[in-house]
Every structure is written in structure tokens, then in C-alpha cells.
């Protein structure tokens, strides 16, 4: 009898944690986002972080990829400015029709092809968009450049003809959105040709886009954080969340170096499965010799620049959020950022400046136009309309040093001539 009581009051008390449990776990309706019921609905943050989430929206990141509309294309629309000339015979002409936005072929005179503006990606220095075509999404060839304030020719795109063909796989994607599933979803085969391979027949599920980067892309899943604080509002403390103070000096630089540190390393595993507190290197296959790189463009490769810098080198506390605010815009304001440099470089440190300044200038509201200067991204170079030079746009150097020229008086594209055909 002993015996059965105590089974009996085992059973239930076990019945009545399971039910506990659930309801701490369900207290939402479940999940529906295309990532796995881990991840909780992107929109419910703003319940408890209102001022986060509504500057989050605003910010590049956020809008990084967006569903192509025409008050967010940035280019000219208007006859006699809405087309790119490739030759007295061959235009393309971007235009507004009915089911949405264009870019239509024409050879002498007469239509040859139109594909439509379905993704955008950018909204700073450059625009560039994608169509649907079955499971795979191509690049349109005329991109917009907002430095040059024109449509150009989209990166590494021919300049003799214009080319509708180039698949844009899902890598694309893992740096500019927050998820797209696809049939070749987590390769981890370590061949070269394999992968390359696989990204070029990979079907994409459309219905799985997740568009710009969200909260949960950088913060990792937050269902049950989510469920954990609705059923406890007074928690004050935050829970079932990867918190910053629980990261180290590397994981928090992992946390923007998964899309900040250039493409050119071989891949293991999708970025879209990163979450912060993971060992980024744990997602490439280093080669012999990538230790020894260097010359890192100024594009995309922020993280790689800033770590050979002696502030980073001899600080050993720097990283992103020294200088930026996750959460809001990159700001312009140089003065500002000179005030981060001034957190460690000063006078009374005996580490300042040593350069003397023109007479009547203070150098201490621009430190950033000398030692971080413009630099043209050889990664990132177009054809603008009439101009057989490729034209390359600026970005800054996050390689913090000494440069010998300072760029405050340049202009703020650059055209070269350069050898290699397309
Ligand atoms: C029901 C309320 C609630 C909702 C909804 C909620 N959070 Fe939180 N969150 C909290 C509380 C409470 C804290 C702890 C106090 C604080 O830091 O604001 C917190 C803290 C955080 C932190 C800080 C962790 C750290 O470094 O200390 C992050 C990141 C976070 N939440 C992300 C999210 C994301 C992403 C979502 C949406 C998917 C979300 N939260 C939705 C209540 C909520
Ligand atoms: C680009 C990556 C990124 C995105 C997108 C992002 N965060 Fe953060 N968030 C961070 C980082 C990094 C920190 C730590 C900041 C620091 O070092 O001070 C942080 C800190 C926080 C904190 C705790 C500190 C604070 O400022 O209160 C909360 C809460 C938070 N994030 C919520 C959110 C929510 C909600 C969203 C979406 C609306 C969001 N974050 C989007 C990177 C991001
Ligand atoms: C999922 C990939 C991804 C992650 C993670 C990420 N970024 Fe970005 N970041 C981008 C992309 C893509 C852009 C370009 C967005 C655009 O302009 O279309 C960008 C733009 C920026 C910009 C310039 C635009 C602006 O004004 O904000 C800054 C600064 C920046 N990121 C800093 C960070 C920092 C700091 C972190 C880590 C806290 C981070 N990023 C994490 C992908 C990412
Ligand atoms: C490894 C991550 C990564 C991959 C892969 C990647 N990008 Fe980016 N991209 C970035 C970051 C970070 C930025 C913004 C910062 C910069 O330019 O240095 C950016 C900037 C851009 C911009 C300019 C956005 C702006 O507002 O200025 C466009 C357009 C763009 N990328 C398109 C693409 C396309 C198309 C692909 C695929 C062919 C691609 N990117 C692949 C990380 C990536
Ligand atoms: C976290 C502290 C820290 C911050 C913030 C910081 N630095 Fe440094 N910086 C250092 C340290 C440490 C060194 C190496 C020792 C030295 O020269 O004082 C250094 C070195 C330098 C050097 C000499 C580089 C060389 O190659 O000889 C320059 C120039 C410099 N910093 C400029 C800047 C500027 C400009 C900023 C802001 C954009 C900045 N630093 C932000 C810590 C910092
Ligand atoms: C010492 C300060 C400092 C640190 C640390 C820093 N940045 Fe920046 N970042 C800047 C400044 C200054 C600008 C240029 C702002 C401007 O010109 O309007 C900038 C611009 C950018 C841009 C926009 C691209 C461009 O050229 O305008 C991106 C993207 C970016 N930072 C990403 C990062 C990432 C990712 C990290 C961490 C790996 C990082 N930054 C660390 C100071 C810093
Ligand atoms: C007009 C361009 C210019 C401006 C503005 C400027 N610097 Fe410099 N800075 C230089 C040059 C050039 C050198 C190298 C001088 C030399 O070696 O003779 C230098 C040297 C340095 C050094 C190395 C000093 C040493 O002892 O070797 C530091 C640190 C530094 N600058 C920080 C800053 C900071 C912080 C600011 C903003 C408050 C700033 N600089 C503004 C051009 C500039």
C-alpha cells in the first residue's frame, strides 16, 4: 500500500512539473518562423524592448534586403534617365509596369526580355536587385550607385552586353537576410568543387526568406526567452538569451565578424546557423597560408582591417561596439567617433597625436580622415554609363594607422584603368 502512495504521489508531482514546464514553454502560441520553433515571432520583441525595436527598423541592417518597392529604389524612373546604353544598338531600360518594377532588354528598338525588381539588397552606397526565376534568384545587370548618383553596371557584370543569366545563391542571403532555406542547406563536405557545385543547383523555398537582419540573426533564438518573460514579468534578469556579459573578447567580435569578415575563406557550415557565444573559426576550413594573408579589401572585410591595427593589437579591448551602436545607424559624425579614439589617445597619456596641426586647425575633431581613410574596394567595381574605366566606390579602412596621403579632399569615386576583361 506504502508503496503505491508514494508511486501515486511521484506520478503526480511529476504530472504537475510537466504541466509547469509546458506552460512556461507554450505560453505563446507556437512559433511559426521559418527558422524552427526555437526561434520566436521577430515582431515580438517589441513588447519588452520598444526603443530597441523601433530604432532596429531603421537601420540598414534591418533593411539590408527588402521586398522590392518603388518607394525604396533609389535610381531615376524618369524618361531619358532610366536606362543604361550599352551601345548604339542595346539598352536597358528600368521601368514601372503594373505587376511592379523592370528592367526590360531592347535590341534596336524592340523588346527582347524584362525581368523584375523582387529583392532589393542595399540602401547606402549601392542597390542591387534580384528576380525570381523557379527555385533560384538571379542578379538584374544595372545596379544603382549612390556615390555616383546613377545606374551602373551591377559588380564584375560585362560591360559589351547585358547579362541576365548570373545565379545568385544562397550566400548572398546568409550575410544580407536572416534565413532562406534551401536543398542544399547544411553542406558540410569539405571539397572545394562539391560545394561550388552544390551552391549552383541549390533550390531556395521562397516562402522560408526572412528579409534584413533581425534581432534573433544576431541574438541567437529566443523563443523561450520570449515564453520564460511573458509568464514572468517581474524577472528583471534575462533569461534563455546568449547575454553579452556572458561573451568573451573573440565572441563578441565573432558577432559581427560572421558577415564582417570578407568571403574568401572556404565554408563548413551555412553563417545562417551561427548564433553569438559559437567559434566562428569552426565554420571555415583554413588553408595553408591564410594566416599570412593580408591586404584586405576595404569591403566587408571590417573585422579582418581592424585586427591588424596596432590599437587593436596592443588595447586588446577594442572590437565593434567600441564604436558603433548595434542598434541604431553607423553615425557620420567624425567628431564623435574622434572622441572614442580620445578615450585612449591623450595628452596626459602620452600616446596622443604627434602630428602638428595647420594653423587654426584642431586635428582632434577629424582623427578618422587620416588614419582611417576612403579606400577604393577593388571587390566592389562598375561601369558607369559613357565610361569605358571601371569606377570603384570608397569605403573607410578599419586598418587604423599611419597613411601617407589623407583623403579628406578626394573625390568620392574613383575611376582606374585596369587590365582584367570581364
Ligand atoms: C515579455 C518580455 C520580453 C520579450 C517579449 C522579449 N524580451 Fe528580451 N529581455 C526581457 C527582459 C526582462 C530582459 C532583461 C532586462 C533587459 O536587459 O532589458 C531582456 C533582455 C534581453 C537581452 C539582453 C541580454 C543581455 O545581454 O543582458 C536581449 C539580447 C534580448 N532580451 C533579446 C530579445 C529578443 C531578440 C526578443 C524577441 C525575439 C526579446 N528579447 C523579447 C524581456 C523580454
Ligand atoms: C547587428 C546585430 C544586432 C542586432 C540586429 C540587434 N542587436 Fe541587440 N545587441 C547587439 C550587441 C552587439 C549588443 C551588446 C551591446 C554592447 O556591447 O553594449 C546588444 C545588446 C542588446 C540588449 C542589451 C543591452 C541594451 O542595449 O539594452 C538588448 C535588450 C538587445 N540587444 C535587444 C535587441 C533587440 C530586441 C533587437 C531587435 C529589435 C536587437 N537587439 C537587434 C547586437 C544586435
Ligand atoms: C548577418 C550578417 C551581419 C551581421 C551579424 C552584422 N552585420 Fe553589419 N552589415 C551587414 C550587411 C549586409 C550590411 C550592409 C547593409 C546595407 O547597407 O544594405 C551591414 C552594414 C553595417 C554597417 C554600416 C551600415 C550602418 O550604418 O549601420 C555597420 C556600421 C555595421 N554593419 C556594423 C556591424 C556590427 C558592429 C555588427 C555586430 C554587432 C554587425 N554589423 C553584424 C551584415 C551583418
Ligand atoms: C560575407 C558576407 C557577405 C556576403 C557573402 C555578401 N555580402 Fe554584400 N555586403 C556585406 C557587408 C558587410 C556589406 C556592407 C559593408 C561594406 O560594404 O563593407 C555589404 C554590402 C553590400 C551592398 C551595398 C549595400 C549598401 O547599402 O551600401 C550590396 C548591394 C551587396 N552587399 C550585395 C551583395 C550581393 C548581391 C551578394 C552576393 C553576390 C553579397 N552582397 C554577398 C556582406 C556580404
Ligand atoms: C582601446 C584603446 C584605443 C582606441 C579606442 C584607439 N586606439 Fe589607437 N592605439 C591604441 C594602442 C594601445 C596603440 C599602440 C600603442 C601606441 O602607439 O600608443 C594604438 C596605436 C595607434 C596609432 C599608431 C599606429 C601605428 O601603426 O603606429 C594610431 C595612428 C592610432 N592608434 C590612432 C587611433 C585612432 C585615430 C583611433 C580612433 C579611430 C584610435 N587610435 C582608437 C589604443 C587605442
Ligand atoms: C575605432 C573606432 C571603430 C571601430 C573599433 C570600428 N569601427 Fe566601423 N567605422 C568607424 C568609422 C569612423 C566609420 C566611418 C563613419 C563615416 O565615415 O561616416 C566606420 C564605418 C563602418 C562601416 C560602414 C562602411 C564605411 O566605410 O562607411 C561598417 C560596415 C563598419 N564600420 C563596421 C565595423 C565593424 C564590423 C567593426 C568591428 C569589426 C567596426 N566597424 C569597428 C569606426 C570604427
Ligand atoms: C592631418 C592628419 C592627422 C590628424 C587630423 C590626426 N593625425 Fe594622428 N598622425 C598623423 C600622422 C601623419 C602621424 C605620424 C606622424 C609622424 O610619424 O611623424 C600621426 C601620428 C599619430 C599617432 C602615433 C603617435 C606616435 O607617438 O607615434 C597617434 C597615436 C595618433 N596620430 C592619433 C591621432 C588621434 C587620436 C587623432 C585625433 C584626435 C589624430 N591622430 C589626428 C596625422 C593625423
Same mark, same amino acid.
Given at each position: 500500500m506504502k508503496k503505491n502512495m508514494r508511486? &501515486? /504521489? $511521484? =506520478?503526480? $508531482?511529476? %504530472?504537475? &512539473?510537466?504541466?509547469?514546464?509546458?506552460?512556461?514553454?507554450n505560453a505563446n502560441e507556437v512559433s511559426t518562423d521559418a527558422r524552427g520553433i526555437v526561434f520566436a515571432n521577430p515582431a515580438s520583441c517589441r513588447k519588452c524592448h520598444q526603443a530597441i525595436y523601433d530604432s532596429v527598423m531603421l537601420t540598414a541592417h534591418y533593411n539590408a534586403t527588402t521586398p522590392t518597392s518603388q518607394n525604396t529604389v533609389h535610381g531615376n524612373f524618369n524618361e531619358g534617365q532610366n536606362s543604361y546604353v550599352y551601345d548604339s544598338s542595346t539598352k536597358v531600360v528600368m521601368q514601372k509596369r503594373d505587376s511592379g518594377l523592370y528592367q526590360a532588354l531592347y535590341l534596336n528598338g524592340k523588346e527582347m526580355e524584362a525581368h523584375r525588381f523582387d529583392i532589393t539588397f542595399g540602401v547606402r552606397n549601392a542597390q542591387t536587385w534580384l528576380y525570381w526565376k523557379g527555385n533560384n534568384t538571379y542578379e538584374l545587370p544595372v545596379s544603382y550607385y549612390t556615390s555616383a548618383n546613377a545606374w551602373g553596371t551591377s559588380p564584375g557584370f560585362p560591360i559589351a552586353q547585358p547579362y541576365f543569366k548570373r545565379i545568385v545563391g544562397k550566400v548572398c542571403f546568409e550575410c544580407h537576410s536572416s534565413f532562406i532555406d534551401s536543398k542544399h542547406s547544411d553542406e558540410t563536405s569539405n571539397s572545394? @568543387?562539391?560545394f561550388a557545385a552544390a551552391e549552383r543547383i541549390e533550390a531556395m523555398d521562397k516562402t522560408t526568406l526572412i528579409y534584413g537582419i533581425d534581432c534573433q540573426r544576431c541574438h541567437g533564438p529566443a523563443a523561450n526567452h520570449v515564453n520564460y518573460h511573458? $509568464?514572468?514579468?517581474? @524577472?528583471? !534578469?534575462a533569461k534563455y538569451i546568449v547575454t553579452n556579459?556572458?561573451?568573451n573578447a573573440q565572441q563578441k567580435l565573432d558577432m559581427c565578424a560572421v558577415c564582417h569578415s570578407g568571403n574568401d575563406q572556404e565554408k563548413l557550415k551555412s553563417r545562417f546557423? %551561427? +548564433?553569438p557565444g559559437d567559434t566562428l573559426s569552426n565554420f571555415y576550413l583554413y588553408m595553408p597560408g591564410d594566416k599570412y594573408k593580408t591586404n584586405f579589401d576595404v569591403h566587408g572585410?571590417? #573585422?579582418? &582591417?581592424?585586427?591588424?591595427? +596596432?590599437c587593436f593589437l596592443q588595447s586588446g579591448t577594442l572590437n565593434c561596439s567600441s564604436c558603433h551602436n548595434p542598434h541604431t545607424n553607423a553615425g557620420s559624425? /567624425?567628431? =564623435?567617433y574622434s572622441q572614442k579614439c580620445m578615450g585612449c589617445h591623450t595628452e596626459a597619456n602620452k600616446n596622443f597625436c604627434i602630428v602638428k596641426p595647420a594653423a587654426g586647425v584642431s586635428i582632434k575633431d577629424n582623427c578618422i580622415d587620416?588614419?582611417?581613410? !576612403?579606400?577604393?574596394?577593388?571587390?566592389?567595381? %562598375? *561601369?558607369? #554609363?559613357?565610361? =569605358?574605366? /571601371?569606377?570603384? *566606390? /570608397?569605403l573607410r579602412t578599419h586598418k587604423i594607422g599611419i597613411y601617407k596621403t589623407d583623403s579628406v579632399s578626394k573625390p568620392k569615386i574613383t575611376s582606374k584603368k585596369v587590365n582584367k576583361g570581364n
Amino acid at each position: 500500500m506504502k508503496k503505491n502512495m508514494r508511486l &501515486l /504521489l $511521484i =506520478t503526480s $508531482i511529476l %504530472f504537475g &512539473l510537466i504541466f509547469f514546464l509546458s506552460q512556461c514553454f507554450n505560453a505563446n502560441e507556437v512559433s511559426t518562423d521559418a527558422r524552427g520553433i526555437v526561434f520566436a515571432n521577430p515582431a515580438s520583441c517589441r513588447k519588452c524592448h520598444q526603443a530597441i525595436y523601433d530604432s532596429v527598423m531603421l537601420t540598414a541592417h534591418y533593411n539590408a534586403t527588402t521586398p522590392t518597392s518603388q518607394n525604396t529604389v533609389h535610381g531615376n524612373f524618369n524618361e531619358g534617365q532610366n536606362s543604361y546604353v550599352y551601345d548604339s544598338s542595346t539598352k536597358v531600360v528600368m521601368q514601372k509596369r503594373d505587376s511592379g518594377l523592370y528592367q526590360a532588354l531592347y535590341l534596336n528598338g524592340k523588346e527582347m526580355e524584362a525581368h523584375r525588381f523582387d529583392i532589393t539588397f542595399g540602401v547606402r552606397n549601392a542597390q542591387t536587385w534580384l528576380y525570381w526565376k523557379g527555385n533560384n534568384t538571379y542578379e538584374l545587370p544595372v545596379s544603382y550607385y549612390t556615390s555616383a548618383n546613377a545606374w551602373g553596371t551591377s559588380p564584375g557584370f560585362p560591360i559589351a552586353q547585358p547579362y541576365f543569366k548570373r545565379i545568385v545563391g544562397k550566400v548572398c542571403f546568409e550575410c544580407h537576410s536572416s534565413f532562406i532555406d534551401s536543398k542544399h542547406s547544411d553542406e558540410t563536405s569539405n571539397s572545394k @568543387e562539391y560545394f561550388a557545385a552544390a551552391e549552383r543547383i541549390e533550390a531556395m523555398d521562397k516562402t522560408t526568406l526572412i528579409y534584413g537582419i533581425d534581432c534573433q540573426r544576431c541574438h541567437g533564438p529566443a523563443a523561450n526567452h520570449v515564453n520564460y518573460h511573458t $509568464i514572468y514579468p517581474e @524577472e528583471k !534578469k534575462a533569461k534563455y538569451i546568449v547575454t553579452n556579459s556572458s561573451l568573451n573578447a573573440q565572441q563578441k567580435l565573432d558577432m559581427c565578424a560572421v558577415c564582417h569578415s570578407g568571403n574568401d575563406q572556404e565554408k563548413l557550415k551555412s553563417r545562417f546557423y %551561427f +548564433k553569438p557565444g559559437d567559434t566562428l573559426s569552426n565554420f571555415y576550413l583554413y588553408m595553408p597560408g591564410d594566416k599570412y594573408k593580408t591586404n584586405f579589401d576595404v569591403h566587408g572585410n571590417q #573585422q579582418r &582591417l581592424l585586427a591588424e591595427s +596596432k590599437c587593436f593589437l596592443q588595447s586588446g579591448t577594442l572590437n565593434c561596439s567600441s564604436c558603433h551602436n548595434p542598434h541604431t545607424n553607423a553615425g557620420s559624425n /567624425l567628431a =564623435t567617433y574622434s572622441q572614442k579614439c580620445m578615450g585612449c589617445h591623450t595628452e596626459a597619456n602620452k600616446n596622443f597625436c604627434i602630428v602638428k596641426p595647420a594653423a587654426g586647425v584642431s586635428i582632434k575633431d577629424n582623427c578618422i580622415d587620416c588614419h582611417m581613410p !576612403k579606400k577604393p574596394s577593388e571587390a566592389i567595381s %562598375f *561601369y558607369q #554609363q559613357g565610361n =569605358t574605366q /571601371l569606377s570603384f *566606390y /570608397l569605403l573607410r579602412t578599419h586598418k587604423i594607422g599611419i597613411y601617407k596621403t589623407d583623403s579628406v579632399s578626394k573625390p568620392k569615386i574613383t575611376s582606374k584603368k585596369v587590365n582584367k576583361g570581364n
